[in-house]
């Protein structure tokens, strides 16, 4: 199957701080990446719908400039936690897509952001 | 199984026994349906689908059986191994998907 790469898998960083996590689709291009944010012991929660070269949508009540994402090519997207605190402190999963449609997912392996 | 709940559900079997996870749906308009395995701190893993013309689809030591009439997935595992223990999702989607709540399977040896 296709590999969707993740990176960094852990990042622990301090209250006011940025972070940036990529999500790059290996083998295949990717017309739409999708972010979740997962908390313990519950489900992936889709915050984003990112398609490249355009503006990604936003889940309602996901706010699109604390969590900014760009999908600049097809094998690659990036969500950046901007002014991270300890409530953002979740793990963060990417999957990418070949069609536009739900189908055909491939997810990264995760992000656990620690939020200090 | 809605997709929404603090508490993950928990199945514990004992190695070699026949698993099955259930699932509530609630989008009558989904047409398409997959199961995923997720490992600890690992990204969820494609497990089996189903397209909603099916009522049954088989695979490797996995069975989905989907009734749109009750509109209810499960997965039927076969002969449950250690390694088989994770957290188990069932996804909808006639756009963009949807995650259930999950559920944890425990494979005791």
């Known amino acids: 199957g296709a590999v969707v790469s993740q990176h960094p898998s852990r990042v622990i960083c301090k209250s006011g701080t940025s972070v940036k996590i990529e999500c790059r689709s290996l083998d295949f291009q990717a017309t739409t990446m999708f972010w979740y944010r997962q908390f313990p012991k519950q489900s992936l929660m889709l915050m984003a719908t990112s398609n490249e070269g355009s503006k990604a949508t936003y889940e309602q009540g996901v706010e699109k400039d604390k969590f900014l994402i760009n999908h600049a090519s097809l094998t690659l997207s990036t969500l950046t936690v901007t002014s991270a605190h300890p409530e953002d402190s979740s793990f963060y999963i990417c999957?990418?897509?070949?069609?536009?449609?739900?189908?055909?997912?491939?997810f990264g392996s995760g992000t656990q952001l620690s939020v200090l | 199984g809605e997709s929404v709940g603090l508490h993950l559900p928990t199945l514990s079997v004992q190695e070699g026994d026949n698993s099955i996870i259930n699932c509530a749906y609630s989008n009558s308009a989904s047409d398409y349906f997959i199961w995923y395995k997720q490992e600890s701190g690992k990204g969820p893993q494609f497990i089996i689908d189903?397209?909603?013309?099916?009522d049954k689809r088989q695979g490797q030591r996995v069975t989905v059986l989907l009734n749109k009439t009750v509109k209810h997935l499960s997965l039927q595992i076969a002969a449950t191994q250690p390694g088989d223990s994770a957290v188990y999702f069932c996804?909808?989607?006639?756009?963009?998907?949807?995650f259930g709540k999950g559920t944890m399977l425990l494979v005791s040896p």
């Open positions: 999957s990418a897509s070949v069609g536009q449609g739900g189908e055909k997912l491939f």
């Open positions: 996804a909808e989607t006639d756009s963009t998907l949807t």
């Open positions: 189903i397209r909603s013309n099916m």
